[in-house]
């Protein structure tokens, strides 16, 4: 069965720097598109980042741009997220979600497998 387990989460102040990993298991998700999620309390979870099964398509929300890159080692079955600047509003349970075959890693992709999610919490 497909799995997909974020760690790296963690508080962190202001302007300061986290890298998620989401570790995939039980599906050549090496073809598959990538992309990472969040959701904050009392809002709906949104599109942060996505990434095509080459790697070579990454997506972003406006409000990461320039902040957070997403990159995938297909190797090692694992996608990244490193977030730098990171601000009191990035603060969120982080998913990691699987799209489709051969897919590009749009925001508007259909993603059908999740993680658990991992906290991130930026103080002020």
């Known amino acids: 069965q497909a799995q997909l387990v974020e760690s790296g989460g963690g508080l962190v102040q202001a302007g300061g720097s986290l890298r998620l990993s989401c570790a995939a298991a039980g599906r050549t998700f090496s073809t598959y598109a990538m992309a990472w999620f969040r959701q904050a309390p009392g809002k709906e979870r949104e599109f942060v980042a996505g990434i095509s099964w080459t790697g070579t398509s990454t997506w972003y929300a406006d409000s990461v741009k320039g902040r957070f890159t997403i990159s995938r080692a297909n190797a090692k079955n694992t996608v990244y997220l490193q977030m730098n600047m990171l601000k009191p509003e990035d603060t969120a349970v982080y998913y990691c979600?699987?799209?489709?075959?051969?897919?590009?890693?749009?925001?508007?992709?259909?993603?059908?497998?999740w993680g658990q999610g991992t906290q991130v919490t930026v103080a002020s």
């Open positions: 979600a699987s799209g489709p075959l051969y897919g590009s890693g749009r925001p508007s992709d259909r993603y059908d497998y």
